[in-house]
């Protein structure tokens, strides 16, 4: 029997939406502090909430009227419903990013101080005032949750594919050094340069541990690592390996991913490039967020789809 069956019609349907899954860092910590500061971060944020919503009503630009907000917390999801039309869709996206720019901006200038982690996706969605519901959001979480790592706002495949060389959406993109695109929000910023020096200057001066401790990787448990590798003996172009480490240190994170290719007939190309998570996390919160790996200490280590990294080796072997 359904639930209310005789008073709800089943009729909801998803619809396809661009959606930004975003998370504030370093938020987590800071409830955990003492009451004036928690009192502090708790007004900053809902300020930051408050002002972004308010602007996105203000700006009587098309498109603007229609964008959604959910927050809970650190997190905040950013919606907007795409239009059938091709030309109307690609201002529904261009608004949405403007928009998810400007609240990184925000976040990160001297009022306030903090920096965002993020994903951008298009697909399936339904959202109303109870729930939020589809793939749209799943995959902007992963975006944020597995791959982002840095404080930026990654952009799906489904978003750049709209983008290509569209000369409107071109500059809110920008490809890192892992190949991955993410949101290019100092695209719209055109005269707030001083007040996001000031906010970086802030983080440097009041928190500089929980901006940069893990940039020097001696505390950090997952790990961002890439490099080269070729057959023995062979000119034959290099494969390349992208992965994410959860191990003691980052010696400990070179040693398995050596011992990963040591048993095929390769060697590493060049140097290995680790780069540690910029936010500090505590094994619980590691474990929280990545439950598969719950049964394996940081000096077992694991390597993230070690399956799948196996099989690119083999593939390239031949």
Not at 23 to 31: P, S
Not at 97 to 108: E, G, R, T
Not at 125 to 154: C, H
Not at 202 to 227: G, R
Request: charged share 25%; glycine share 6%.
């Amino acid at each position: 029997m359904l639930i209310r069956g005789s008073v709800d019609n089943y009729d909801r349907e998803t619809s396809q939406y661009i959606v930004a899954y975003l998370d504030i860092l370093g938020i987590a910590g800071r409830m955990k502090e003492g009451r004036d500061r928690q009192k502090l971060t708790m007004n900053k944020l809902h300020n930051l909430y408050t002002f972004s919503m308010d602007i996105s009503k203000q700006i009587v630009i098309e498109g603007y009227s229609d964008i959604q907000f959910k927050i809970f917390s650190d997190n905040i999801i950013i919606v907007k419903k795409l239009s059938e039309q091709l030309e109307k869709r690609l201002l529904d996206i261009k608004v949405l990013l403007n928009c998810v720019a400007n609240f990184q901006c925000s976040a990160a200038k001297d009022g306030v101080g903090w920096l965002v982690r993020g994903g951008i996706s298009i697909g399936e969605l339904f959202i109303d005032e109870t729930m939020v519901w589809g793939e749209a959001l799943l995959k902007g979480y992963d975006l944020e949750s597995n791959s982002a790592i840095y404080p930026r706002i990654l952009l799906d495949s489904s978003v750049i594919s709209y983008i290509g060389s569209n000369k409107e959406l071109i500059g809110y993109t920008l490809q890192d050094f892992d190949n991955l695109y993410f949101l290019n929000y100092l695209h719209i910023q055109h005269f707030g340069g001083q007040f996001l020096k000031n906010g970086f200057q802030m983080m440097l001066t009041q928190d500089p541990l929980s901006l940069f401790t893990n940039y020097y990787m001696e505390d950090c448990m997952i790990f961002s690592v890439h490099f080269y590798y070729r057959k023995l003996r062979s000119r034959e172009a290099a494969n390349k390996f992208e992965g994410i480490v959860f191990a003691e240190n980052s010696k400990h994170a070179e040693e398995l991913v050596r011992k990963l290719i040591s048993d095929y007939p390769v060697e590493v190309d060049g140097r290995i490039s680790i780069i540690g998570s910029i936010t500090a996390k505590t094994l619980d919160e590691i474990y929280e967020e990545r439950p598969e790996i719950r049964e394996i200490s940081p000096e077992q280590g694991h390597i993230y789809n070690e399956f799948f990294h196996k099989n690119s080796i083999r593939r390239y072997v031949g």
